[in-house]
């Protein structure tokens, strides 16, 4: 296992239990809900990137979780993201998808 996939899967476990994580100064991991606004876009379609400055690192379906997804993966109501960016891209994401306009099913 590459020490990448060893942190990776730290990171993951250490957000089962809360759902904001400051992986370094000025960097943090978030996991939510994915947005009604996206649901049923895929990764790429989704622009969070663009739109937020955030990326999508994980998204856990059915209780299984994928790490780095592919572009073409499907973000489904009721699917977890795992995003990291900047602090301020974490702000643009809850501005714009506020947490009260998310899935919580």
Do not use: Q, W
Request: aromatic fraction near 2%.
């Amino acid at each position: 296992m590459s020490y990448a996939s060893m942190g990776s899967s730290a990171v993951l476990n250490l957000l089962h239990h809360g759902s904001m994580l400051m992986v370094a100064e000025g960097l943090d991991l978030m996991r939510l809900p994915v947005p009604r606004a996206i649901a049923g876009a895929t990764v790429a379609t989704s622009h969070i990137r663009g739109n937020t400055g955030c990326s999508i690192v994980g998204v856990r379906t059915d209780g299984r979780m994928n790490v780095n997804p592919a572009p073409d993966a499907v973000l489904n109501v009721g699917d977890e993201l795992v995003v990291i960016g900047p602090v301020e891209a974490g702000r643009k994401f809850l501005a714009k998808y506020p947490p009260e306009a998310t899935n919580h099913s």
